[in-house]
């Protein structure tokens, strides 16, 4: 019997740290800064975490923008670990899902929450380090600020390209494959659609993304479409409850509230982010016992999936082109 299980485990190679390049003094443009990181912008017109991080705060672009950007490559450099450890725990879920562990699964959830904690420790802690500089009229848009930078230290995305044989429409032509080259990431097919002059970057909505990944049959893109319609639907009051949870987090904390009223918010917020990964985690595991075992068998195509899904439900339209928006 094909090994579910050691599926995933072999394809999914978890990044080996976050890309932190030499510090630049230009602006900030993706996860915390294509320049900065190698995270690289996701979505071509959308602005990065960091920058609305900044716009938020309306830092000053001469002394406070590169200085809280310091700040944030920092502690990125302090949270590699644990950004492994979250990247590792999703790979858990997904695999007990597929071999039906229920007490594996339910673990591994556990474990998503406690380490999501640590992880939400160091986005305060880049989050603290700026506001705390800040005069009063920045600091109104704390709350929205610190929305902004969920998920901001988290291992970067590897870059999703086109392979030969371009061409024929939309999403069509050449394999989606995700690769780890340190310098963007960018769910986009390179050139016009429909196969004409190249004309820049044609940025794929999720499903079409899934659809040339895993090299979907006709007979196949309604049933996963299916699974993830459901998913959306259910993810709906994880979402709400994750916003509200977060927005408790960064009042705790802009308020100076006692460390243990501080904890508890981010233990709230945790569980919910844990809420999200498991759903995520399920609906790739439902769309991957969907697959036949050629399919599962291509690397590249479950590696894709398993990095798309993180985020996928965090809007109402989960087959959009995928934003910058993490958790």
Do not use: C
Request: glycine fraction near 10%.
């Amino acid at each position: 019997m094909f090994s579910r299980r050691v599926l995933i485990a072999a394809v999914v190679v978890l990044a080996a740290s976050t890309a932190l390049p030499a510090r630049q003094s230009a602006g900030i443009r993706s996860g915390m800064g294509a320049e900065d990181t190698g995270a690289g912008d996701i979505r071509g017109s959308q602005d990065s975490p960091f920058q609305i991080f900044a716009s938020r705060l309306k830092l000053d672009s001469k002394t406070q923008t590169p200085a809280a950007a310091q700040v944030f490559l920092d502690t990125a450099k302090d949270a590699q670990e644990v950004a492994q450890q979250i990247l590792g725990v999703r790979q858990q879920l997904v695999n007990a899902s597929l071999n039906n562990k229920d007490a594996e699964f339910a673990a591994a959830r556990q474990d998503y929450a406690r380490t999501e904690t640590k992880m939400v420790g160091f986005e305060l802690h880049a989050f603290s380090s700026v506001y705390s500089t800040l005069k009063p009229n920045q600091q109104s848009g704390g709350t929205d600020a610190f929305a902004a930078i969920a998920g901001i230290f988290q291992v970067p995305v590897p870059e999703l390209r086109r392979g030969p044989g371009g061409g024929g429409g939309r999403g069509r032509g050449g394999d989606a494959r995700l690769e780890t080259n340190g310098s963007a990431v960018s769910f986009a097919q390179r050139g016009g659609r429909g196969g004409g002059q190249a004309s820049g970057p044609v940025y794929l909505t999720r499903f079409e993304i899934l659809r040339s990944a895993l090299k979907l049959d006709k007979t196949q893109e309604k049933p996963i479409q299916t699974i993830l319609d459901a998913s959306g639907k259910e993810a709906a009051p994880i979402r709400d409850q994750m916003t509200k949870t977060r927005a408790g987090v960064a009042a705790a904390a802009m308020a100076g509230k006692p460390q243990p009223e501080i904890d508890a918010a981010v233990t709230s917020y945790a569980d919910q982010t844990a809420a999200m990964a498991a759903l995520e985690m399920k609906s790739l595991s439902q769309v991957v016992d969907s697959l036949t075992k050629e399919q599962m068998a291509n690397a590249g195509g479950i590696q894709t999936a398993f990095y798309l899904m993180r985020g996928m439900f965090l809007d109402k339209n989960w087959d959009d082109i995928p934003g910058a928006r993490s958790y």
